[in-house]
Nanobody, 126 residues
Framework: QVQLVESGGGLVQPGGSLRLSCAAS????????MGWFRQAPGKEREFVAA????????YYADFVKGRFTISRDNAKNTVSLQMNSLKPEDTAVYYC???????????????????WGQGTQVTVSS
């Protein structure tokens, strides 16, 4: 059973930074890639960033380009999301996700992920 556990969320002022981490159970990291999504109250869960198994390819939603950076450490089975220049509209529950496939998946599509963490709350407010 794949388990994903996010951490690192919290309350931060606009312009501040947070680093989210996702710890994955052994075996998860054979997947094609890993992704981060977020869901604000009353809104659909949306793609934020994704990274390939090797870490050589990264993908970002337009609204986070230049502010967020996704990375992974396969030796530690972790995926991280460094979030800088945070804005109030970044407030949401952030989820990491695993497509549970070693074959090609479009990592931007929510429906291509089979396993999800429980989420971590990020609140950007003064």
């Amino acid at each position: 059973q794949v388990q994903l556990v996010e951490s690192g969320g919290g309350l931060v002022q606009p312009g501040g930074s947070l680093r989210l981490s996702c710890a994955a159970s052994a075996g998860t990291f054979s997947s094609y890639g890993m992704g981060w999504f977020r869901q604000a109250p009353g809104k659909e869960r949306e793609f934020v960033a994704a990274i390939s198994w090797s870490g050589g390819n990264t993908y970002y939603a337009d609204f986070v380009k230049g502010r967020f950076t996704i990375s992974r450490d396969n030796a530690k089975n972790t995926v991280s999301l460094q979030m800088n220049s945070l804005k109030p509209e970044d407030t949401a529950v952030y989820y990491c996700a695993d497509p549970a496939s070693s074959y090609y998946r479009n990592l931007r599509l929510r429906g291509n992920y089979d396993y999800w963490g429980q989420g971590t709350q990020v609140t950007v407010s003064s």
